[in-house]
């Protein structure tokens, strides 16, 4: 088990972030089935990896799910997979877990190329409620184990719920049915509390970033705990995609390299050393963002691209999040 002394230990040395490449490793069987942490994945990949706390490779590119149609998700699924990608992000709140695991099923990969991350609803914390929901979700998935899973949300105004949620969820990887366990939408002060409390630190912390919400404070104390900072909108999600796509400076980057607005900031978080997964459910969109690794963007590149931080997050103030902020949120989507 990882705890909280040796991870940090890691991370002094430089392990934790040190970017290494799937295609430089090799897995000795080459055939299906379960990988040890750290095993090696998919010869063929050029996706790079990251190291997480378990020593384990997550790659930095992958594929989101969230707001997919259940009719949609299985094809979405498996034209990422066939398109390359090998890391599929889904949630019990996205209710397509069924239709991701179909989608990955078709796709006949070995198991052992594959990533997959599902995360634990707010409804389903305190233990025996997050025993349940994994079984629940490892079950839609078709899955027998999970490479990742991840508090959804913290809920900070009733914490003990979320405390005790994270202690089933340690259990599951001390069972070694979630290979890697981690967080999602964590602030710094969330984290503290978590890890006083608990004993695995997390591998890593999914949150809203993108070059409009770069999130560099809570990148920097996600890093300081040795936990790899997963982006989601990573290209703006719903309300800021356009932002992005339109955006003069971006345009001008990706004129430049002969690229797509969307490339380059998708190549922004790779070079910041994240992990980007960003969604779609067009197959041209799904190449396009799999279409990142063959060109570099300079450090000025990168500097005006950090230069475009508004302060304004897209999704919810997890300082606030709850089930009835949850609701409320819902609620007015609905309404537009
Ligand atoms: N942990 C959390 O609380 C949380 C919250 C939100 C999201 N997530 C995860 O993060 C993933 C990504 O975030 P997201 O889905 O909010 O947003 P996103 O990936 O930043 O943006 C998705 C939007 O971008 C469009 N798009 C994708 N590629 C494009 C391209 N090449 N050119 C133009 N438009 C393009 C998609 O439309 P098309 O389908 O038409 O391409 C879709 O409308 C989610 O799917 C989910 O897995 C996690």
Same mark, same amino acid.
């Given at each position: ?24 490793? &090799? ?5 299906? /089935? ?6 090696? *994945? ?12 378990? /020593? ?7 594929? @989101? ?13 498996? &034209? ?21 695991? +179909? ?13 997959? &991350?599902?995360?634990?609803?707010? +409804? ?54 979630? *290979? ?48 790899? &900072? ?7 999600? @719903? ?39 960003? *969604? ?57």
């Amino acid at each position: 088990m990882t705890t909280r002394r040796n991870l940090l230990s890691a991370a002094a040395i430089g392990a934790v972030f040190a970017p290494s490449l799937l295609a430089a490793q &090799t897995r000795p069987d080459g055939a299906s /089935g379960s990988p040890a942490p750290g095993q090696k *994945r998919d010869t063929m990949s050029k996706i790079p990896t990251l190291k997480l706390n378990t /020593g384990a490779e997550i790659p930095q590119l992958g594929f @989101g799910t969230f707001a997919i149609k259940p009719p949609d998700a299985a094809a979405a699924v498996h &034209t990422a997979l066939t398109t390359g990608y090998r890391l599929i992000d889904t949630a019990k709140n996205y209710a397509n877990e069924k239709e991701v695991g +179909e989608g990955i099923a078709r796709a006949g990969l070995p198991r052992g190329d594959l990533f997959v &991350t599902t995360k634990l609803w707010i +409804e389903d914390f305190g233990y025996d409620n997050a025993m349940r929901a994994f079984d629940a979700s490892l079950s839609k998935l078709g899955l027998d184990y999970l490479d990742l899973y991840l508090l959804h949300w913290p809920v900070p105004m009733d914490f003990e719920p979320t405390v005790a949620a994270y202690k089933a969820v340690e259990k599951i990887k001390a069972d070694g049915r979630a *290979r890697a366990i981690g967080v999602s939408n964590f602030k710094p002060d969330h984290l503290r509390n978590l890890l006083d409390r608990t004993s695995v630190v997390p591998a890593v912390n999914q949150i809203e970033l993108n070059p409009l919400f770069n999130q560099a404070a809570l990148r920097e104390a996600n890093a300081r705990h040795g936990i790899v &900072t997963e982006s989601w909108s990573p290209i703006g999600g @719903g309300k800021n995609v356009m932002h992005l796509l339109t955006n003069r400076q971006v345009g001008a980057i990706a004129t430049k390299h002969g690229k797509t607005p969307v490339q380059v900031v998708l190549r922004w978080h790779l070079q910041h050393g994240l992990v980007a997964i960003p *969604r779609s459910t067009n197959p041209k969109h799904i190449a396009e963002n799999f279409d990142v690794f063959g060109f570099e963007l300079a450090p000025a590149d990168m500097a005006a691209l950090d230069g475009l931080e508004t302060g304004e997050r897209g999704g919810p103030d997890p300082d606030t999040f709850d089930l009835a902020a949850f609701k409320e949120l819902v609620a007015q989507r609905d309404k537009k």
